[in-house]
């Protein structure tokens, strides 16, 4: 089941990859918490932990803080790719953490009449 997919902003590259809201009714965030760890898997098969914080007062404003950066370094990631995250709906055992993916994605563009227009995404290679 896919969470949210986004295109990647300054600020996902540079600082935190910011989530959609909604997003939030996927992720078991501790009830009272304001913050909590993901092992998610790239499409390499490879395991990343990325925090996910949600701000303590007011609107959550949820992001990938802690790990997030060093994953979009090591995938290369740019202003303008894609990121896609899912949930696996088999969790395995009841009661077992939630397994999350993570797909990244370049976009594929013609030039048509001096403007660029996506015609599909490239899968990124895993590093």
Not at 89 to 96: L, S
């Amino acid at each position: 089941m896919e969470i949210f997919s986004k295109v990647l902003t300054e600020t996902d590259r540079r600082v935190r990859l910011t989530v959609p809201t909604r997003a939030l009714r996927h992720i078991n965030m501790p009830s009272g918490d304001n913050n909590v760890d993901l092992s998610v898997m790239d499409s390499g098969g490879n395991r990343h932990t990325f925090r996910c914080y949600t701000r303590p007062d007011g609107h959550p404003k949820p992001a990938f803080t802690t790990g997030w950066l060093d994953f979009a370094r090591a995938k290369g990631l740019q202003i303008g790719d894609k990121v896609t995250m899912s949930k696996l709906e088999d969790e395995g055992e009841a009661g077992g953490a939630p397994q999350y993916i993570i797909h990244t994605a370049r976009p594929r563009t013609i030039t048509l009449m001096g403007k660029k227009i996506i015609v599909g995404w490239l899968d990124l290679p895993h590093p």
